[in-house]
């Protein structure tokens, strides 16, 4: 099939965030030109297309059918404890799931080239008790745009609970945070669920920036997926099982899911290999050209565990979403060897990690230092 040519945009122009900095890349982007026109050769010279490729639609079933036959499971059949809980775990895994392939494509445009199928699968993550409106405001128009730059990234501020990065203050007890971080990203979707998507909407402010408030349309989908999501996850529960039996369960599936989004995102960006560059003081710009600014600030791993890959929705090759976020992920495992060769043609870094394990214990590492030195 002939696909239009790439229209992947330095971030997403649809989505207008305030940049109170008006915060400008180095110009002379000739890397970014050049691995555009190889992959672009690679579409037109495989026929392959970016988007609407069927094993994303077949995934999207088996992905979808394995949420429904969890939660169908655990509330209708499982009778005891020890069968409900890895349940009640494996359905956190099957959420995680839906976030990292259906609702992140579906979110960046790179689903469908139809607008109204990613709006459709970006509006999975309404179901699981998040906001699309507000999730493509902070990932699209502040994550993907200013990735891992301190005082823009929404995604390296956790606040006081932690230091991810040179440019943020170190607290006494940042210096345990390697090990007390990690639970605690299971309690993100908790915390999205019930307070920050209400407080974004509440003050009009999207990751510290202002944002037009969802309205008629998109605020309809926000109120009524929080009403899907809290009906699935605690008002048909109770017509059948105790308060703290249903609360323990949200808990449990939750929990997963957090740790598993938590981590996955982490190892893109919260690693020793990636860097955290801010804007040149006398200027006020980035020195370095935005393409050249995600090769730095990203790293990929376990590029070929095709178990992984496929369960994260190849958000284990980060460097090819940061670069072309609107292809659909199933393609990123054959354009990863045309950037990495780009990369080494133009005497730039490509950090990948060899496996999870290894990406793990540099996310480890990177809190050690991180909590424990203040450079
Ligand atoms: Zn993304």
Redesign the pocket.
Known sequence: MQQQPETTHRHDESISVTAPSGLKFGTGDKFYVEVRRRVDQFFQATGKSRRDCPQMYLKTAVVLAWFAACYGLLVFVMGTWWLALPMAMLLGVSMAAIGFNIQ?DGG?HAYSARAWVNRLMAMSLDMLGGSSYIWARK?NGIH?AFANITGHDDDIDVGIFGRLSPHQKRLRFHRLQQFYMWPLYGFLPLKWQLYDDFRDVATGQAGGRPYARPKGWDLAVFLGGKGMFFSLALVIPLLLYPVWTVLLFYLAASFVQGVMLGVVFQMAHCVEEAAFPMPHPDTGRMETAWAVHQLETTVDFARRSRLLSWLVGGLNFQIE?HLF?QICHVNYPQISPLVEQTCREFGLKYMAQESLSASIASHFRWLRRMGNSSS
Do not use: E, L, N, Q
Request: no cysteine; aromatic share 0%; charged share 0%.
């Open positions: 992140h960046h990932h993907h979403h976020p």
